[in-house]
C-alpha cells in the first residue's frame, strides 16, 4: 500500500520538477485515458493532474463532462483535485468560477485547496476569494474554514498587511 501512496505522490511533483520520463510516462496515460482505456487507480490522480497541467479548455471540457458523468465520488474528488492543476491562465479562470458554478459544497474545498497549490493559480486566488466572498460565505462553516486556510498561507506571502488589514476589519 505505501508505495501505491507513493507512486500517485510522486508521479506529478517528478513531471513538475523536469523528468522527462515522467511526463513522457504520464502524458501516455492521460492520452489513454482520453481515449477510454484504464489507468491504474493507483496513479489515476496524478495522471489527471499531469493532463490538466499539460491541458487546455479542451482538456478542461472533458474534464466537466467525465466529472458530471462519474458515478464514482472517489473519481469525482480525483477530477476535482486534478482541476487545480491547469497552468493557463483562463483556464484558471474558467476553474475559478466553475468551483462556485458545478462543484458541490461538501467537495468545494478540493479544487480551491488545488489552485493553491498551483503556482500558476496562486497570484489569481486572492483576487478571486475577495470578489467571490459572498458567495462563498453560504457554504458551510467546516467548508469555508478549508478554504480560508488553503487560501491565506500561500496566496497571501507578499500580501501580509493587506490579509491582516482585510480579516481585521473581517471579523
Known amino acids: 500500500p505505501t508505495v501505491s501512496i507513493l507512486r500517485d505522490h510522486?508521479?506529478?511533483g517528478a513531471v513538475a520538477y523536469g523528468c522527462?520520463?515522467?511526463a513522457a510516462f504520464a502524458r501516455t496515460k492521460f492520452s489513454s485515458l482520453l481515449k477510454g482505456d484504464e489507468v491504474h487507480p493507483d496513479i489515476m490522480k496524478s495522471i489527471m493532474?499531469?493532463?490538466?497541467w499539460n491541458g487546455d479548455m479542451g482538456t478542461f471540457s472533458w474534464f466537466d463532462k467525465r466529472f458530471k458523468s462519474s458515478e464514482s465520488e472517489h473519481e469525482r474528488m480525483n477530477i476535482l483535485s486534478a482541476l487545480g492543476s491547469f497552468r493557463d491562465e483562463q483556464v484558471v479562470k474558467r476553474v475559478q468560477a466553475y468551483v462556485l458554478s458545478d462543484?458541490?459544497?461538501r467537495n468545494l474545498f478540493i479544487p480551491i485547496d488545488a489552485l493553491c497549490t498551483n503556482p500558476d493559480a496562486v497570484p489569481l486566488m486572492w483576487e478571486w476569494y475577495v470578489s467571490n466572498l459572498a458567495a462563498l460565505e453560504q457554504i458551510h462553516?467546516?467548508?469555508y474554514e478549508r478554504v480560508i486556510e488553503a487560501i491565506v498561507p500561500v496566496c497571501g506571502l507578499g500580501r501580509e498587511l493587506e490579509i491582516k488589514a482585510f480579516f481585521k476589519d473581517y471579523m
Do not use: C, E, H, R
Not at 49 to 52: D, P, Q, S, T
Open 141 to 143: 462553516p467546516i467548508q
Open 10 to 12: 510522486i508521479l506529478m
Open 49 to 52: 493532474k499531469v493532463g490538466a
Open 103 to 105: 462543484v458541490p459544497q
Open 20 to 22: 522527462a520520463n515522467a
